[in-house]
């Protein structure tokens, strides 16, 4: 039961262009979404989030779009540095906060 | 900044003994979190605990897990009677409770447990 896929495993990106990373959903009734970024052998660091009423929040060089009628959410980085490279989940959950849940990561590589 | 911190970082236990994971979650969160992830695969969610019980729990939070706030500053995942797929990373997450879902998880950077 997979309720929010990223279905690329994998990016590369040249530094000083755009990264865009993508996810779908299942659950209509998600309230949240947000993207968390892990290098190894570390934890998930918060990136930024999205509230389901908005379709776009940005935070300085991160942009998060949200499109509800397509169940997708996109994580935009610009410009992309090489410090950048990392896996990205992207991660939802319901009004309650009890739950999220997480994607399966995408890895991304910003090449000097 | 304040961190959540889990012990050990590394955990060799033999298939059938038990074992506790220890995480100190940040000291004002109210919510806290336990979850794995098997090598190469996602996140996965195994349970959410609130005013000392349990909020949610998922699928893989069976009989052979359970979790405890000891005292006023840590938070434990048992596993009863380890299994080798019990074998992944399992991270520690806490959260401060907020007028909506606008404070995001802090997770530990995780105890990887390998069950021989």
């Known amino acids: 039961d997979q309720q929010v896929k990223q279905n690329s495993p994998s990016l590369s990106v040249q530094e000083g262009r755009i990264s865009i990373l993508n996810c779908d959903y299942t659950?209509?009734?998600?309230?949240?979404f947000l993207w968390y970024k892990k290098y190894p052998a570390e934890g998930p660091t918060f990136l930024i989030s999205?509230?389901?009423?908005?379709d776009k929040n940005e935070d300085g060089r991160f942009t998060v779009f949200l499109n509800k009628s397509a169940k997708h959410l996109s994580l935009h980085i610009v410009p992309s540095q090489p410090g950048d490279s990392a896996v990205y989940f992207c991660?939802?959950?319901?009004?309650?906060?009890?739950?999220?849940?997480f994607g399966t990561g995408t890895s991304l590589t910003v090449i000097p | 900044e304040p961190e959540v911190t889990q012990t050990p970082s590394h955990q060799v236990t033999q298939m059938g003994q038990e074992v506790i994971l220890r995480c100190v979650p940040i000291?004002?969160?109210?919510?806290f979190y336990w979850y794995r992830q098997i090598l190469g695969q996602k996140v996965e969610f195994l349970v959410s605990?609130?005013?000392?019980?349990?909020?949610?729990k998922s699928e893989i939070f069976d009989d052979q897990f359970s979790v405890e706030r000891p005292d006023g500053s840590n938070f434990t995942l048992k596993i009863r009677s380890t299994k080798l797929e019990d074998s992944a990373m399992y991270f520690c997450?806490?959260?401060?409770?907020?007028?909506?879902?606008?404070?995001?998880?802090?997770f530990g950077d995780g105890t990887r447990l390998s069950i021989l």
């Open positions: 605990f609130y005013n000392n019980e349990i909020s949610e």
């Open positions: 997450a806490s959260r401060q409770q907020g007028a909506g879902l606008n404070q995001p998880q802090h």
């Open positions: 999205i509230s389901s009423i908005k």
């Open positions: 991660a939802a959950t319901l009004n309650t906060g009890n739950q999220f849940y």
């Open positions: 659950n209509s009734m998600f309230d949240y």
């Open positions: 000291s004002n969160h109210l919510y």
